[in-house]
């Protein structure tokens, strides 16, 4: 049984920092591309930033130089640095694993404001 659970989401002022945890199991996760998206309401899910098991990793305009992702193979985790949030980075993240087929975690709440 596959599984991606979130953490670390929370409430937090601008200009402030959180980090994303998302913890694989069920998979062969070093082989899986590995995604953050996002999801505000009313608004289509977008993807954040992704890393593939090589480490090329790619970004959203909105979130470049502020939001870092990064993978430990070893943990079965990958991880997602939000430095000098702003408002509109409010929304569920979701964690997603992506190789032959896609999987999802349930989602983690990330609130901005002061």
């Known amino acids: 049984q596959v599984q991606l659970v979130e953490s670390g989401g929370g409430l937090v002022q601008p200009g402030g920092s959180l980090r994303l945890s998302c913890a694989a199991s069920g998979i062969k996760f070093s082989v899986y591309t590995m995604g953050w998206y996002r999801q505000a309401p009313g608004k289509q899910r977008e993807l954040v930033p992704a890393?593939?098991?090589?480490?090329?990793?790619d970004y959203a305009d909105s979130v470049k130089d502020r939001f870092t992702i990064s993978r430990d193979n070893a943990m079965n985790t990958v991880y997602l640095r939000m430095n000098s949030l702003k408002l509109e980075d409010t929304a569920d993240y979701y964690c997603?694993?992506?190789?032959?087929?896609?999987?999802w975690g349930q989602g983690t709440q990330v609130t901005v404001s002061s």
């Open positions: 997603n694993a992506r190789f032959w087929n896609a999987y």
């Open positions: 890393i593939t098991g090589g480490l090329t990793t």
